[in-house]
């Protein structure tokens, strides 16, 4: 099933959108690092899940096919909690469920306690939201990728099987970052201490207990930046209706590396 695309206007900047289907209304928001978007992060599961759901998929702004930031910080979780609610208005009325992964994950949480009259169901892949201590793999995931074998090296350290980065996906992912005005503006928004990007977006005691919708987070076992234990297992017990579900076999990117499994939760989930 084909996906209409439209640009929305958020405040001035560009938010590129995919939209299709019919059904119960999702909102699906991609993660962070060098190329992450979209068609990155949900290009086997978009289809399939428009084709029982009314799908709206948005790049954040700053990734993907969206507009950039003037000024700095680029790094902006406000800015980017407010393009995911310029998008929640897009959505027919009534409830609706949000598709969230890593740094999403967070956002995600956070909309359902601040729309609670809105956001009735959540699935998260990879989540954030957690103050975890970044790692070594968590720093050179969010460090811009200068070589090819850099880049090969950040991309291995998301996935459980390395066979499935081929030279085709590591030399689109080069164009991609190394066109335009990509590198600049990325290098800006993950530079310094990467410990502030997780800080800034951890959610508070408050902001979970707020979260009264049901939950349902998956998250890879073998996640390395992200690890499981320390966000996924320690988020879920402090919202009253969320389960968790860990993937064996599977780093941070379920819906890459286990797509039917996706799948199968959101159909449990979204019904």
Not at 58 to 87: C, H, N, V
Not at 108 to 122: E, F, P, Q, S, W
Not at 148 to 163: C, F, I, W
Request: charged share 20%.
């Amino acid at each position: 099933m084909a996906l209409n695309e439209f640009d929305v206007d958020v405040g001035g900047l560009r938010a590129h959108a995919w939209q299709g289907g019919s059904g119960f209304p999702i909102l699906m928001l991609h993660g962070s690092g060098p190329g992450a978007g979209t068609i990155g992060n949900w290009r086997l599961v978009l289809e399939p899940l428009a084709s029982r759901y009314h799908i709206l998929a948005t790049d954040l702004i700053g990734f993907g096919q969206s507009g950039r930031k003037p000024r700095e910080p680029y790094f902006d979780p406000e800015l980017w909690l407010k393009q995911a609610e310029t998008m929640l208005a897009r959505l027919p009325a009534g409830p609706v469920g949000i598709i969230g992964h890593s740094l999403s994950g967070a956002l995600a949480l956070r909309l359902a306690g601040r729309h609670r009259d809105r956001v009735t169901k959540v699935l998260t892949t990879g989540s954030m939201g957690n103050r975890f201590t970044a790692n070594q793999y968590t720093v050179d995931c969010w460090t811009f990728p200068e070589t090819k074998d850099a880049l090969r090296r950040a991309v291995g350290y998301l996935v459980y099987d390395n066979s499935v980065i081929t030279e085709e996906f590591l030399d689109n992912r080069m164009k991609i970052l190394h066109g335009g005005d990509y590198a600049p503006y990325f290098r800006s928004m993950f530079a310094g201490d990467k410990q502030r990007y997780i800080d800034a977006a951890a959610l508070s005691e408050a902001e979970l207990a707020a979260v009264q919708c049901e939950v349902l987070m998956l998250h890879g076992r073998d996640d390395k930046p992200f690890p499981c234990a320390e966000n996924t297992l320690v988020l879920a017990p402090k919202m009253v209706r969320a389960d968790a579900m860990v993937i064996a076999r599977c780093g941070h990117s379920p819906a890459l590396e286990h797509p039917l499994k996706l799948i199968a939760a959101a159909h449990m989930l979204f019904g």
